[in-house]
């Protein structure tokens, strides 16, 4: 079975700091990743998507970056927080061609 | 474009109640439609899915929702509420040669005694 792991759960980092998240994989190949925002009150924003390594479609212009430097492991970055990065990340994967999306347990993070 | 409604945003029901939670999609062809639950603090689990075919469809934990193309709505049900489905709730559309979903901003249900 396949299985989706998102680390940190928990981060606070301090405004003007750097910032990676970490999503994996287990249990399948080559599927299309998905890293979303949720603001409270506000629901998803499709933040990145990737369709292969170092295939990556940007849907909002911000100052967060991703990469997927192998094909199960999709990275999320920032060189400089803000305080609006503040939210709650969550990672998703889905089988190519389908829409179907399994989503990760997520990482609360809040910029002080 | 692609564009999800959940006109609902908080819905309180006793436990025992009937539930419906209402969702309305804007999309040109027949899309793809999902209702995602999640409880505080989680990810989402998937619920139930329409891609095509009986326009009622079944999903985990005694839910079921019903495609209406007629009325572009695509309503979750459940006959009888237990206090453990508290939680929000979110539909979500997507195209058929697309990657990615549109979600609904939720509807967040409170379960009283």
């Known amino acids: 079975s396949q299985t989706i792991h998102q680390w940190p759960a928990t981060l606070v980092q301090p405004v003007g700091s750097p910032l990676s998240l970490e999503c994996t994989v287990e249990g399948t190949s080559n599927p299309n990743l998905y890293w979303y925002r949720q603001a409270a009150g506000r629901g998803l924003q499709l933040l990145f998507y990737?369709?292969?390594?170092?295939?990556i479609s940007s849907e909002v212009p911000q100052n967060l970056s991703a990469s997927r430097p192998q094909d199960r492991q999709f990275i999320l970055s920032s060189k400089k927080l803000l305080l609006s990065d503040s939210g709650f990340y969550l990672c998703?994967?889905?089988?190519?061609?389908?829409?179907?999306?399994?989503f990760g347990p997520g990482t609360r993070l809040t910029v002080l | 474009a692609q564009s999800v409604t959940q006109p609902d945003i908080h819905i309180t029901v006793s436990e025992g109640a009937s539930l419906e939670l209402r969702c309305n999609y804007s999309?040109?062809?027949?899309?793809?439609l999902f209702w995602y639950v999640q409880s505080p603090g989680q990810g989402l689990q998937l619920l139930l899915k329409?891609?095509?075919?009986?326009?009622l469809v079944q999903g985990i934990k005694g839910f079921e929702a019903e495609f209406k193309r007629s009325q572009s709505s695509f309503n979750l049900r459940k006959p009888s509420v237990h206090w453990s489905d508290a939680a929000e709730y979110f539909c979500a559309v997507g195209a058929n040669s697309g990657y990615a979903l549109n979600f609904g901003k939720g509807t967040s249900l409170l379960v009283t005694p």
């Open positions: 998703a994967w889905s089988r190519v061609a389908y829409n179907e999306q399994f």
């Open positions: 999309y040109g062809a027949t899309p793809y």
């Open positions: 990737s369709v292969g390594i170092g295939q």
């Open positions: 329409y891609f095509s075919g009986d326009t």
